[in-house]
Structures are given as structure tokens and as C-alpha cells.
């Protein structure tokens, strides 16, 4: 059974950056999707990066790009989130998702492609 515990999380000035670590167990796939949600109270989960486990390709959302970066330590079975230049925007709680039914990543950033989720872990930007 695939468990994703996340870490990383906090408080933080805008302008500031912060590394999110998500632990990615109990799988023995060579191929897979990988990627980070966010949500705030009252809105929908939205896709921020992701990252195919087989061809190591990466996506953003707009909103991100050039700001955060996804990346795998294959060793650690971790996935970060490098987020830097933070805006109060990107206030939310932040999850890890992963998927290995089929190794077929798309959509990459729709909730509906990932089958196993972490608990999230709270990032908090003030200006």
C-alpha cells in the first residue's frame, strides 16, 4: 500500500522561500505520477507541479512556474517542492499525490489523475 507523508510546511514572509518533502512508500513501480496540490478553505484542490515517475518529465501551474520546482530524490523516496519568492497567493494547504494504476500521467495537475493522497502540510505566507 502506497503511503505519502509530507513535511515541510510553515510560516513565512512573502519574498521568502520554503522546501515541502513528501516521503513516498510502499510502492515498487517503475512508473508512476507524482505531484502537488494545494487548497484553501471554501475552494477546489488545484494542481501546482507534478512529475512522471517514468519519464521524469515535470509540469506547473502558471501560477508557479518559475517560482517552485518539483523534484524526486530516488534514494530517499522523496518528492520536494522547492517554493521560492513567495506571495500571500500561495497560502494554502499544501498535499502530495501519487499514482501507479496505470503509469499514465494525464491530465498532470487534475485531482481526478491521482489515486492516493497525503494529509497535507500548511504553508503560510504573510506580507
Known amino acids: 500500500r502506497v503511503l505519502l507523508v509530507e513535511s515541510g510546511g510553515g510560516s513565512v514572509q512573502a519574498g521568502e522561500s520554503l522546501t515541502l518533502s513528501c516521503i513516498v512508500s510502499g510502492y515498487t513501480y517503475t512508473r508512476g505520477c507524482l505531484a502537488w496540490f494545494r487548497q484553501v478553505p471554501g475552494k477546489e484542490r488545484e494542481g501546482v507541479a507534478s512529475f512522471d515517475f517514468g519519464t521524469r518529465s515535470t509540469g506547473y501551474a502558471d501560477s508557479v512556474k518559475g517560482r517552485f520546482t518539483i523534484s524526486q530524490d530516488i534514494a530517499k523516496n522523496t518528492l520536494y517542492l522547492e517554493m521560492t519568492s513567495l506571495i500571500p497567493g500561495d497560502t494554502a494547504m499544501y498535499y502530495c499525490?501519487?499514482?501507479?494504476?496505470?503509469?499514465?500521467?494525464?491530465?498532470?495537475?487534475?485531482?481526478?489523475?491521482?489515486?492516493?493522497w497525503g494529509q497535507g502540510t500548511q504553508v503560510t505566507v504573510s506580507s
Open positions: 499525490a501519487a499514482d501507479f494504476r496505470s503509469g499514465y500521467c494525464y491530465p498532470p495537475l487534475e485531482r481526478y489523475t491521482y489515486g492516493t
